[in-house]
């Protein structure tokens, strides 16, 4: 019997579900640092509340989950550069996560930026290998690496702030 093809649909819950799963349990490190070491920090002018950090996220990890799901839908079509997307995707979703365990839960501020960097490069690149084999899923990760490209500057400036 031949084995049935994962439908569109199911491609895009798997990967949102993936994206918003590491989310969550990013912001379980989070949650602790939020409340107890960031209130210490000196931040910017431009700190956003708190407040818009979880749902900034939530849409983040959702657009760029539906990105996933669109290029894994053409891994078939498009093999090699849509695998090389995905690669890239994993390994800045990993990062994505690590950021936060370096920056709330180690309250390392510094490696979290040197981090950070590499994390904007991974999503960059990622960007790059999506746009190749969907426009918009390449479309959808503008928004993440604008958000990124913030918190990269945010980052540095409370590193800076609190040296």
């Known amino acids: 019997m031949e084995k049935k093809p994962l439908s569109l649909t199911f ?12 989310g969550y349990i990013s ?7 939020v ?6 920090l000196v931040k ?27 290029v894994w839908d053409r ?8 695998k090389k997307g995905l690669i890239f995707f994993a390994v800045q979703l990993g990062l994505n996560a690590l950021w936060s365990y370096l920056f709330f839960g180690l309250h390392n501020p510094l490696l ?7 994390l904007w490069l991974m999503i960059y690149e990622t960007f790059i290998q999506f746009n190749k084999v969907s426009k918009p899923a390449g479309f959808l990760f503008i ?9 990269l500057v945010l980052n540095g400036s409370i590193w800076w702030l609190n040296r």
Do not use: H
């Open 75 to 82: 891994i078939d079509i498009q093999k090699e550069t849509a």
């Open 112 to 118: 979290a930026f040197i981090e950070i960097i590499l």
């Open 143 to 151: 928004p993440y690496l604008l958000w990124v490209s913030f918190a």
């Open 11 to 22: 491609k895009i819950i798997i990967m949102v579900a993936t994206c918003v799963g590491i």
């Open 27 to 33: 912001g379980q490190v989070t949650r602790e640092g």
């Open 44 to 70: 910017p002018v431009f700190n956003p509340p708190n407040s818009v950090f979880a749902p900034v996220w939530t849409v983040l990890y959702i657009l760029i989950g539906v990105a996933a799901g669109l």
């Open 35 to 40: 409340t107890t070491w960031y209130p210490t």
